[in-house]
């Protein structure tokens, strides 16, 4: 079975609900706290990007383990766009937040806000896949 190009082959609007939901329970309450804000300042971009690559390797596992989907396990594409869309949307969701807090300032210090979103994105990726998992 060969699925259409583009994320909307791997993903349902009811996933994308649910991934967009997930990321939210858990990236509110981490992007409201002082200490992402105080650590996205303080934080190498170098130590920022090892949390990015940590949260795709343990994701990549954490769908692999979940989703019983033949197409996610048995299609190395359909994995990948998977694992991409589900970080891609939650980092957009963190952004979000953080602008919702006032904690993003794109053009005043823009290293600053990618390493927020990024630490954030780290346990709302998780959450989302969770609840992606439970909706099924």
Same mark, same amino acid.
């Given at each position: 079975? %060969?699925?259409?190009?583009?994320?909307?082959?791997?993903? @349902?609007?009811?996933?994308?609900?649910?991934?967009?939901?997930?990321?939210?329970?858990?990236?509110?309450?981490?992007?409201?706290?002082?200490? /992402?804000?105080?650590?996205?300042?303080?934080?190498?971009?170098? +130590? $920022?990007?090892?949390?990015?690559?940590?949260? /795709?390797?343990?994701?990549?596992?954490? $769908?692999?383990?979940?989703?019983? +989907?033949?197409?996610?396990?048995?299609?190395?594409?359909?994995?990948?766009?998977?694992?991409? @869309?589900?970080?891609?949307? %939650?980092?957009? /969701? @963190?952004?979000?937040?953080?602008?919702?807090?006032?904690?993003?300032?794109?053009?005043?210090?823009?290293? $600053?806000?990618?390493? +927020?979103?990024?630490?954030?994105?780290?346990?709302?990726?998780?959450?989302? %896949?969770?609840?992606?998992?439970?909706?099924?």
């Amino acid at each position: 079975m %060969t699925n259409p190009p583009g994320v909307l082959s791997v993903f @349902s609007r009811r996933d994308v609900a649910e991934i967009a939901t997930g990321a939210c329970i858990m990236a509110f309450p981490v992007a409201a706290a002082q200490e /992402i804000w105080d650590l996205g300042q303080q934080l190498t971009l170098l +130590r $920022v990007l090892l949390f990015a690559l940590a949260s /795709i390797l343990f994701l990549g596992v954490l $769908v692999f383990l979940l989703h019983d +989907r033949p197409d996610v396990r048995r299609d190395h594409r359909v994995f990948l766009k998977r694992v991409l @869309s589900t970080y891609g949307l %939650t980092l957009v /969701i @963190s952004a979000l937040l953080l602008f919702g807090v006032d904690h993003l300032d794109l053009f005043g210090h823009p290293l $600053v806000a990618i390493k +927020r979103t990024v630490l954030v994105a780290f346990p709302a990726c998780f959450a989302a %896949t969770a609840v992606d998992k439970f909706g099924e």
